[in-house]
């Protein structure tokens, strides 16, 4: 079974700082690693995966995660945030063929002016 | 649909009554997950559908809680006896099903128990 571990219920950043939001996951098997947003009165929706293949992978608007296998971990990162990008973030862990999608508790980022 | 549709969007309910929350996934996909948002908190998974396989019920908080899906279609999340603490966002996800793939997540139902 896999677990993810969001360490970070919430973290209060400056409009044009770097942020890093942290997500650590558990699993006995190989996995595929995602996170997801929920902007403020919307639904969820996907932000970025990694399947396989290059460590790093980007999202369309700024946002990077780097999966790190020795350290089982899947950090999302943005060099400079808006105010747009406040919003609650999930990261979510899946097993190699049909396997249930596994959340964290997710993370509140709060941008500030 | 275009989407993962819920209904009803918000349902307050007496404490004791049963409730039915409905889902309807995307056309073609196999999976499809039932979650609780409580106010403030995270995503705590309740039952996984894929195809015709058994479900995964291990999130399911008690008996009272029970959910059905016909086929590769609409799925529905009973509670009976609501309490309080059921009083929460459920929300349904689907997707093609193979965990590389994405979740699409509905709007969710808004569950009040008073």
């Known amino acids: 079974a896999q677990s993810v571990t969001q360490l970070d219920s919430q973290v209060p950043v400056f409009e044009e700082a770097p942020v890093e939001l942290r997500c650590n996951y558990s699993?006995?098997?190989?996995?595929?690693l995602f996170w997801y947003v929920q902007y403020p009165n919307q639904g969820l929706q996907l932000l970025l995966k990694y399947l396989s293949g290059s460590t790093l992978v980007e999202s369309i608007n700024g946002f990077e995660a780097e999966f790190n296998k020795s350290q089982t971990s899947f950090h999302l990162r943005k060099p400079s945030v808006h105010i747009s990008d406040t919003a609650e973030y999930f990261c979510?862990?899946?097993?190699?063929?049909?396997?249930?999608?596994?959340f964290g508790t997710g993370t509140r980022l709060l941008v500030s002016p | 649909g275009a989407g993962v549709s819920q209904s009803p969007s918000n349902k307050v309910t007496e404490k004791g009554k049963d409730v039915e929350l409905r889902c309807d996934p995307i056309?073609?996909?196999?999976?499809l997950y039932w979650y609780r948002q409580r106010l403030g908190q995270g995503l705590e998974f309740l039952i996984y559908f894929q195809g015709n396989s058994a479900p995964d019920k291990s999130g399911l908080p008690s008996d009272r809680f029970s959910a059905e899906r016909t086929g590769e279609s609409v799925s529905t999340l009973t509670i009976q006896r609501t309490q309080q603490e059921d009083s929460a966002v459920y929300l349904c996800?689907?997707?093609?099903?193979?965990?590389?793939?994405?979740?699409?997540f509905g709007q969710g139902t808004r569950l009040t128990v008073v």
């Open positions: 056309s073609g996909h196999t999976a």
């Open positions: 979510a862990v899946s097993g190699r063929g049909f396997q249930k999608l596994v």
């Open positions: 699993s006995s098997v190989s996995v595929y």
């Open positions: 996800a689907s997707s093609l099903g193979a965990g590389n793939t994405e979740a699409f």
